[in-house]
């Protein structure tokens, strides 16, 4: 069983930073493709960031340019490093874990959530 527990998130003005953590224990491996989801209310869960086991990346346009994801295999630890926040980034943000993802920002792909952090912009 593989489970995963985010922190980091918080209430922030608009153009400012935070920094999402998700922990990942259980059996995970370096097979895993990690990704960050976010929702509000009402809306669908959109794909954020992934990263896969060979490093590559991809990000949701809402966010290239300003969101890293980053992982620390020995912590088995994702990260996402959001900048120049904007109001329309607030939502819960989730952690997800899968394998064999073909399709990285695909809800659909991952097997594995967290329970959420909230992130809050206010402008």
């Known amino acids: 069983q593989v489970l995963l527990l985010e922190s980091g998130g918080g209430s922030v003005q608009t153009g400012g930073s935070l920094t999402l953590s998700c922990v990942a224990s259980g059996r995970i491996d370096n097979t895993y493709t990690m990704a960050w989801f976010r929702q509000i209310p009402g809306k669908e869960r959109e794909g954020v960031a992934a990263?896969?086991?060979?490093?590559?990346?991809n990000y949701g346009k809402s966010v290239k340019g300003r969101f890293t994801i980053a992982k620390d295999n020995a912590k088995k630890t994702l990260h996402l490093q959001m900048g120049r926040l904007e109001p329309d980034d607030s939502a819960m943000y989730y952690c997800?874990?899968?394998?064999?993802?073909?399709?990285?920002?695909?809800?659909?792909?991952?097997?594995?959530w967290g329970q959420g952090t909230q992130v809050t912009v206010s402008s």
């Open positions: 990263l896969a086991p060979d490093g590559t990346t």
């Open positions: 997800a874990a899968g394998r064999y993802i073909a399709s990285m920002l695909d809800i659909f792909e991952y097997g594995v």
